[in-house]
């Protein structure tokens, strides 16, 4: 089964803290995904990520960076943390299929509150 | 561009009823893949379909089944003999050749089944 593990399931944090959102897959999946889910907006993507090295800014990037390393691995940073960005936080990877992407695989999920 | 329109926001039914999850979608992408995903109050998203573009044969899996049509450029997912247990958000999803495996999500909906 695909695994996606993310480091924390809760955190809270303090406005204008640096902080890194760990995130750690073991199928060999190409794409990798940050998204952050609000109540009534559904799930936005941050940034995604389809190779080593290589990031693509979804529709809510402002205020977040990645970095992706290693192929198993994509980090969300929160350059300065603010109370807008206290969410739910999503991260997932996928396979691709010639040009496709196939079904990502969701981790469980961080409750990032910042006070 | 890519959209996914899930319009129902919430539908509410007694268990045993039969309950049908709409779908809309837009692309430019002749190829392209579409999913539905489950998200129970825990909070993880777990995947339950996917369907190619070129297939439009209709899926059935127990209690669940999907009706692609191309025509009308819809994705329905229907749950029969509905159970408490299927109280969940439900997002639909569309991945197209020109995306980099980048899915786009619907705002979901809340499913709720009543004792």
């Not at chain 1, 204008?16 to 799930?43: S, T």
């Not at chain 1, 192929?71 to 940073?77: A, Q, V, Y």
């Not at chain 2, 999850?21 to 837009?26: M, Q, S, T």
């Not at chain 2, 994705?75 to 020109?98: E, H, K, R």
Request: contains cysteine; glycine residues 6%.
């Amino acid at each position: 089964d695909v695994k996606v593990t993310q480091s924390s399931r809760y955190l809270v944090k303090r406005t204008g803290e640096k902080v890194f959102l760990e995130c750690v897959q073991d199928m060999d999946h190409e794409n990798m995904f940050w998204y952050r889910q609000d109540p009534g907006l559904g799930l936005r993507l941050i940034y995604f990520s389809y190779d080593v090295k290589m990031k693509e800014k979804g529709d809510i990037p402002e205020g977040y960076s990645v970095s992706r390393e290693k192929k198993e691995r994509f980090s969300l940073i929160l350059e300065s943390a603010s109370t807008n960005q206290t969410s739910m936080y999503l991260c997932a990877s996928s396979l691709i299929q010639g040009v496709m992407g196939t079904e990502a695989f969701f981790g469980q999920g961080t409750r990032l509150t910042v006070v | 561009a890519q959209k996914v329109t899930q319009a129902q926001t919430e539908i509410s039914v007694v268990e045993k009823e039969d309950v049908t999850l709409d779908c809309v979608y837009e692309t430019r992408d002749t190829t392209y893949y579409l999913f539905w995903y489950k998200q129970p109050p825990s909070g993880e998203l777990v995947f339950l379909i996917r369907r190619n573009s070129f297939d439009e044969q209709n899926e059935i899996s127990g209690r669940y089944s999907w009706n692609f049509q191309k025509s009308t450029s819809s994705f329905n997912f229907t749950i029969t003999a509905s159970q408490v247990v299927d109280s969940a958000v439900y997002f639909c999803a569309l991945s197209g050749g020109s995306t980099l495996g980048r899915l786009y999500f619907g705002r979901g909906t809340q499913l709720t089944v009543w004792p």
